[in-house]
Every structure is written in C-alpha cells, then in structure tokens.
Nanobody, 119 residues
Framework: QLVESGGDSVQTGGSLRLSCKASGFSFDDQHMGWFRQAPGKEREGVAFIDRGGATNYAWSVKDRFTISKDNANNALYLQMNSLKPEDTAMYYC????????????????WSQGTQVTVS
C-alpha cells in the first residue's frame, strides 16, 4: 500500500513537498516513481529513483523537482520548487520490483493520488 500526502494549491513560483509512505511490501526492493495526470491528458512520469538511489527526471521538471527516499522509514518524497501552472495535476507515487523508469505502465503499487494546483 502507498499512502500519499502533501498536495495543495499554491501560487506560481511556490514549492510543495509530496510524501508517499509504503507498507505491506519490501520497500528496499522497489524501484519507485512519481507520476502525474492532468485532466484530458495521459499519465506521465515525472521523477524516478531506482532501488540503488539513481534518479531520472522528465525534462519538464528537471532542475525544479527532486525525488528522494528514506529506506529506514519506507518513505518516498518529491520536492517541487518553482512551480508552474502547467504542473497542475493529480500526482501519484508508484513502486515495482522491476525497473520501468518513467514509463507508468507496469508499476504494481499505486497511491491514491493527491491534487497539486498551481495558479
């Protein structure tokens, strides 16, 4: 199970930190990612971290968003800075033992989603 929190409404240029708490599976064995879906658009990968800690980002968020994880607390984070209106979307965290990178199809575990609105 993945339980997400931290979504909110912010102004352009603001910051938010999303958190994703995992339970019920071996967190250390997972590759994990953050994804988002805006109304009428396909879900897209935002940031990815493999089980070893290597990261990858979508070009649209590179240098603004930072993904990190805390294995001791089974938690995944997404620090979002310099937010733009185009970042508005429902954000999800996901996990899988296979490495899917930023491709959302194939992930086994998904959070419920949290809304981020930038105006």
């Amino acid at each position: 199970q993945l339980v997400e929190s931290g979504g909110d409404s912010v102004q352009t240029g603001g910051s938010l930190r999303l958190s994703c708490k995992a339970s019920g599976f071996s967190f250390d064995d997972q590759h994990m990612g953050w994804f988002r879906q805006a109304p009428g658009k396909e879900r897209e990968g935002v940031a990815f971290i493999d089980r070893g800690g290597a990261t990858n980002y979508a070009w649209s968020v590179k240098d603004r968003f930072t993904i990190s994880k805390d294995n001791a607390n089974n938690a995944l984070y997404l620090q979002m800075n310099s937010l733009k209106p185009e970042d508005t979307a429902m954000y999800y965290c996901a996990a899988d033992e296979l490495n899917h990178g930023l491709a959302w199809r194939g992930y086994t575990y998904w959070s419920q989603g949290t809304q981020v609105t930038v105006s």
